[in-house]
């Protein structure tokens, strides 16, 4: 089976703070996913990696920055966290480009005080 | 872009079939519905994808119309384990691919 994990479940920071949240998939997929996801706003795409050192925007990038130095790895990173960035943020992989299907990590839930 | 409008919630009881509808009428001829679900405090997971003819797995079926701008994901005998948010989602293909996932419906199965 495809194992997507995220490094942490529960992540609580402080405002102004750098916070990474990592991923790894262990299927050789090229390509990773980040999204967040909000009461009543579904999931939204901010980044996504079609291979290594490759990324490309989302839908709300804003905020955000992302680093793919190995095929398995994939970090979102918040550059200065901010009380609206207070969600679930949820990694992805899948196999090829057309996006047959994406496999997906338990989620982190951030918390930014 | 695309997008899918789906009803935000619907109960059904156990050992029914749910048909759970969608309705993405700005869908452009080369663009995949695909359905996921989510169970809670779990990560999405596939279920079933389509482009215009329907579609049936170990999961589910997908019935797509013929003018493609609905469609509805059936599960033929619902379990209490098939409660949780169910998203209906336009696979986008604009230089590069990607999901546009919309709000979901939330199903819950009734015992």
């Known amino acids: 089976d495809v194992k997507v994990t995220q490094s942490s479940r529960y992540l609580v920071k402080r405002t102004g703070e750098k916070v990474f949240l990592e991923c790894v998939q262990d299927m050789d997929h090229e390509n990773m996913f980040w999204y967040r996801q909000d009461p009543g706003l579904g999931l939204r795409l901010i980044y996504f990696?079609?291979?290594?050192?490759?990324?490309e925007k989302g839908d709300i990038p804003e905020g955000y920055s992302v680093s793919r130095e190995k095929k398995e790895r994939f970090s979102l990173i918040l550059e200065s966290a901010s009380t609206n960035q207070t969600s679930m943020y949820l990694c992805?992989?899948?196999?090829?480009?057309?996006?047959?299907?994406?496999?997906f990590g338990p989620g982190t839930r951030l918390t930014v005080t | 872009d695309a997008k899918t409008t789906q009803p935000t919630s619907m109960d059904c009881a156990e050992g029914r079939a749910a048909n759970l509808p969608c309705n993405h009428s700005?869908?452009?001829?080369?663009?995949?519905v695909y359905w996921y679900r989510q169970i809670h405090s779990q990560g999405p997971q596939y279920i079933i994808h389509g482009l215009k003819n329907n579609e049936t797995n170990e999961m589910a079926s997908l019935i797509i119309t013929e003018d493609r701008k609905s469609s509805t994901l059936i599960l033929p005998h619902a379990t209490l384990r098939d409660t949780a948010v169910y998203y209906c989602?336009?696979?986008?293909?604009?230089?590069?691919?990607?999901?546009?996932f919309g709000t979901g419906t939330r199903l819950k199965v009734l015992a």
């Open positions: 989602i336009v696979r986008v293909v604009a230089g590069t691919y990607k999901y546009i």
């Open positions: 990696s079609y291979d290594v050192k490759m990324k």
């Open positions: 700005t869908i452009s001829g080369n663009e995949y």
């Open positions: 992805a992989s899948s196999e090829d480009t057309r996006l047959t299907e994406q496999y």
